[in-house]
């Protein structure tokens, strides 16, 4: 059974940036990407960005570009996002998610972490 | 704006059937998928591909795609189904995710 164990909430100020990981577990990566997604107060899903962890190979979402950082460890299949120059409109919940790469489907969802960004 | 749109709001009577739709212009090439969220909790993908159920969905969710068009229909619908439903798939490019809306689907 796939697991992906986000870390926890942030409290942000905003114009500084923040990092959250997420470690996947207990299934194959190979043909899978890992994707973030969030979703501010009341709202829908926005797709942020992905990487396929074995080749390193990144993707984002026009909004987000140069303003997001997508990495991951192979090794340990972990994966983070940066998000910079936040602002109070940041404040959502980022989820990742195991994301198969030919047909866009996220499987398996991480719990979720909350940011907040608050002066 | 999202690149797939779906009705804000939908109604089913208990124990009827209810289609949501999502609309856009790559699912002529992508099939859509399908999550339900509740309150609180993170998305689950209840139909991907094109009908294909993960393990431990009931199968009165099921898929359909004709043109521009992908649907999610729920045969029974039960108390427990009331939840947000989005749709998703590969944006025209192929390079992105891209998802839907939403639709608030209220059990009367």
């Known amino acids: ?119 | 704006s999202s690149e797939l749109t779906q009705d804000p709001a939908v109604s089913v009577a208990l124990g009827q059937t209810v289609r949501i739709t999502c609309q856009g212009d790559s699912l002529r090439s992508y099939f859509g998928n399908w999550y339900q969220q509740k309150p609180g909790q993170a998305p689950v993908l209840v139909i991907y591909g094109k009908n294909n159920r993960p393990s431990g969905i009931p199968d009165r969710f099921s898929g359909s795609s004709s043109g521009n068009t992908a649907s999610l229909t729920i045969t029974g619908a039960q108390a427990e189904d009331e939840a947000d439903y989005y749709c998703n798939s590969r944006d025209s490019s192929g390079n992105h995710v891209v998802f839907g809306g939403g639709t608030k689907l209220t059990v009367l």
């Open chain 1, 1 to 119: 059974q796939v697991h992906l164990v986000q870390s926890g909430a942030e409290v942000k100020k905003p114009g500084s940036s923040v990092r959250v990981s997420c470690k996947a577990s207990g299934g194959t990566f190979s043909s899978y990407a890992i994707s973030w997604v969030r979703q501010a107060p009341g709202q829908g899903l926005e797709w942020m960005g992905g990487i396929i962890p074995l080749f390193g190979t990144v993707n984002y979402a026009q909004k987000f570009q140069g303003r997001v950082t997508i990495t991951a460890d192979k090794s340990t299949i972990t994966a983070y996002m940066e998000l910079s120059s936040l602002r109070s409109e940041d404040t959502a919940v980022y989820y990742c998610a195991r994301e198969q790469v030919a047909d866009g489907y996220l499987d398996y969802w991480g719990q979720g972490t909350l940011v907040t960004v608050s002066s």
